[in-house]
């Protein structure tokens, strides 16, 4: 109890820091809102040409694309700080004051920020995925629901658990920043149907970097009862569990080899 608390606290700190600058915080919301809206316009605008993608229509493909934002969207509101470790805060030094307080140094990094710009991602997400409901005929069962709010919630304790192990290894090269923002980028591919692409690709995003897994095998299985909800939902808990424990034991690991820069 005492750590939630504290989360809450600073996160709370950080809120109040956060709207002292309201118009900064305005327009990183909209940003992340516009950006989105962009990419979106941009599988519109080809689907217009190309009717069907793998045979999956327009409303179908909308459905994958606005689902794979509410576990990103998750994943941005209470871990954006490991983006910031991996690519300089180990670097430029800033670290040292997180190993001198009596709370563990990756609680302090979750702690640290709140960033309120991933509701724009989830509110588009929410809405598209609304729209493109209700251009399709499938029917919504109990297991294709658990299995969609089971890949979002989950999914985003993937997506966090990746960023974590490798903002980790900051501790060691100084900067893993352009390395996580490869591995953050595979995301992007599952945001469509994993029908489109090749053998290789398709097991590299259901086994070794799950984004697939999470995201499409979900949503595939409301469209299409392509696989059992129960089952999926159980293997996404279970990848869900061993990537946090990953995670813990990477982050733990490199964190001891930190040196301080001097800077």
């Avoid at 217009?48 to 229509?57: D, E, K």
């Amino acid at each position: 109890m005492r750590y939630v608390h504290l989360y809450f606290t600073c996160i709370k700190r950080s809120m109040i820091s956060r709207l002292e600058y309201k118009k900064d915080t305005v327009v990183a919301l909209f940003s992340f809102f516009f950006s989105n809206l962009c990419s979106l316009a941009a599988v519109y605008f080809i689907l217009q040409a190309i009717p069907a993608l793998a045979g999956y229509t327009l409303a179908e493909v909308g459905f994958f694309y606005g689902f794979s934002m509410l576990p990103i969207s998750l994943d941005h509101l209470f871990s954006d700080e490991f983006w910031l470790v991996a690519y300089r805060r180990v670097k430029d030094g800033d670290m040292d004051m997180h190993f001198l307080r009596p709370v563990p140094v990756i609680f302090q990094i979750f702690a640290e920020t709140f960033q309120p710009e991933g509701f724009g991602e989830m509110i588009l997400g929410v809405a598209l995925i609304a729209v493109c409901a209700g251009q399709l005929t499938v029917s919504l069962t109990v297991g294709a629901l658990v299995v969609l709010c089971v890949g979002a919630v989950f999914g985003a304790v993937i997506i966090t658990s990746l960023k974590v192990a490798i903002a980790a290894l900051a501790f060691i090269f100084k900067r893993s920043g352009p390395l996580l923002q490869i591995i953050y980028n595979f995301s992007n591919y599952a945001k469509y149907p994993l029908a489109i692409y090749p053998f290789f690709i398709r097991t590299l995003l259901i086994f070794v970097l799950p984004f697939g897994l999470f995201i499409s095998l979900p949503v595939d299985t409301l469209l299409t009862g392509a696989h059992d909800p129960w089952l999926l939902s159980l293997a996404i808990i279970g990848a869900a569990a061993v990537f946090f424990a990953l995670a813990l034991w990477i982050w733990t690991r490199c964190e001891r080899r930190y040196e301080s820069t001097g800077s």
